[in-house]
């Protein structure tokens, strides 16, 4: 199985295991059980501690992956908020301009209508004064005049009248553009409130993000450390299996030479004869020393 630590799952380390298994399985059939529990037992713990972290990987990895689509997801969401929020700003400060101009001009009316106000109430006041101190004698020869100052001082009434309800209107307008201007400022206000709150939970879960990271490094480099404890118990376990078969043949091998002597063809002291031969060649010797003893004492006589 040629699957890297970064990418090992649960299903890997089952994988692993029937594999290690089956190997077992094999070499139980031909050295037995015996041979085998030790080594056994480590690799079942080592195979334990790799699904434990093969578990937290998947998990962490799955953590991960949610992680990053989140921040990714507000890091959308903070962009169309800043366009949005830059196109707000530029509406804002749009009709702030022309609310401050439409401002300007209705206070200029104001002001203009207030001045005509006072004009008309002062030449109202003069005529009516002037019609009051108008003597009982005078009063028919200036019948046409007063009868036209009424007419104008009616008209005044009307047009001072008017000029008041249109005061009265421009006042209500400047009113309500003051509350909307307010109620779009609050809004803006909210919307910088927002953006800096999603500003700080992308904060937070680029943290999380790193964290859990960092985890995941240390899960891994443990993960890769229990793989390097799994292939030393593999080659432990080759070098067991070498072991019990020259084991194995030694035994065989002393089987089979049983009660013979086993001879190093380089020895030069080794022994060239069998035992018969050499008890032959022991008795001719003797004969011969018999027969040299004899010699000596014949000619001795």
């Not at 040629?2 to 031909?30: H, K, P, R, W």
């Not at 529990?37 to 998947?58: G, P, S």
């Not at 992680?67 to 400060?93: G, M, S, T």
């Not at 060649?281 to 001795?300: Q, T």
């Amino acid at each position: 199985m040629d699957t890297s630590s970064e990418a090992l799952s649960v299903d890997d380390v089952y994988i692993l295991a029937e594999e290690i298994g089956m190997e077992f399985e094999c070499l139980i059939d031909t050295h037995g059980v015996d041979m085998m529990k030790k080594l056994m037992t480590k690799v079942i713990c080592v195979l334990e501690y790799l699904e434990a972290y093969a578990v937290r990987n998947d998990s962490a990895r799955e953590e991960i992956t949610q992680l990053k689509a989140q921040v990714c997801q507000l890091e959308q969401d903070k962009y169309e908020k800043a366009e949005l929020r830059n196109k707000f700003e530029k509406e804002v400060e749009h009709y702030e301009d022309v609310w401050r101009q439409e401002i300007k001009e209705l206070g200029d009316v104001v002001t203009r209508l207030q001045e005509e106000n006072s004009k008309l109430c002062s030449s109202l006041k003069e005529k009516e004064s002037y019609i009051a101190q108008g003597d009982h004698e005078n009063s028919k020869d200036n019948d046409a005049v007063q009868a036209e100052d009424i007419l104008v001082l009616k008209r005044l009434r009307a047009a001072l009248s008017k000029q008041s309800e249109q005061m009265r209107h421009y006042e209500r307008e400047v009113a309500q553009k003051t509350a909307e201007l307010d109620n779009l400022r609050q809004q803006l206000e909210h919307a910088k409130q927002s953006s800096q709150e999603q500003s700080r939970r992308r904060r937070r879960f680029q943290a999380q993000v790193k964290q859990f990271s960092e985890e995941r490094a240390d899960l891994l480099a443990q993960l890769q450390d229990q793989q390097k404890q799994l292939e030393t118990l593999q080659q432990n376990l080759g070098t067991a299996v070498r072991d019990k078969d020259d084991l194995l043949n030694l035994t065989v091998r002393g089987a089979e030479l049983k009660g013979k002597v086993i001879i190093d063809l380089d020895d030069p002291y080794r022994p060239r004869f069998t035992l018969d031969e050499l008890k032959q060649i022991l008795f001719e010797r003797n004969e011969l020393k018999a027969k040299v003893s004899d010699l000596e004492d014949e000619l001795a006589l």
